[in-house]
């Protein structure tokens, strides 16, 4: 269930754009996590420079999804298809980077602009979203204020009835 704050700051925002009645943000959508990743930002050279800890994306077939691990982090992540981030580990990496981030991409029929697509959205989010579910997976989404949140895990998505994204 969206927080007070969430529920006040979207009507806000769609008020404002003059859309409250098409506002869609507040309501969950069912979807499927086509992406999930942990970037981190660190000093190096007098510079900040991005660094991906971990990505996996789903792609054809689906149970073989693309996944890109930092060298340094290959042996925390031994079934990355299984990723969950414990407390102890986030403060782990919070200590080596700058800034970290937690990234998941939903994909939904009712983001779409057409009715044989789907819309996608990939936007940060908390740990707690990021580990409610795993790329492949069917969940309760939202999107407001550039954050999505997962707000339940339904199982596992059926990959026939992946449409095209729009």
């Given at each position: ?45 007098g510079g900040l420079r991005d660094e991906t800890v971990i990505s996996v994306e789903l792609r ?7 996944v890109s691990v930092a060298e340094r982090w290959v042996e925390r992540f031994p079934d990355p ?86």
């Amino acid at each position: 269930m969206p927080s007070r704050r969430d529920v006040l700051t979207t009507i806000s925002a769609c008020a404002a754009g003059g859309a409250l009645a098409g506002c869609s943000a507040l309501a969950a959508v069912g979807g499927y996590v086509e992406k999930k990743e942990i970037v981190g930002t660190r000093r190096q050279n007098g510079g900040l420079r991005d660094e991906t800890v971990i990505s996996v994306e789903l792609r054809e077939p689906a149970d073989d999804p693309l996944v890109s691990v930092a060298e340094r982090w290959v042996e925390r992540f031994p079934d990355p298809k299984r990723m969950e981030i414990s407390e102890t580990f986030d403060d782990r990496l919070r200590d080596e980077y700058e800034t970290l981030g937690y990234v998941v991409g939903v994909c939904s029929p009712d983001w779409s602009k057409g009715s044989d697509s789907v819309g996608c959205y990939t936007a940060p989010t908390g740990r707690d979203d990021f580990n409610r579910a795993q790329v492949g997976d069917r969940v309760r989404a939202s999107y407001s204020n550039s954050k999505i949140r997962i707000r339940s895990n339904e199982g596992t998505w059926d990959a026939s009835g992946r449409k095209k994204r729009s």
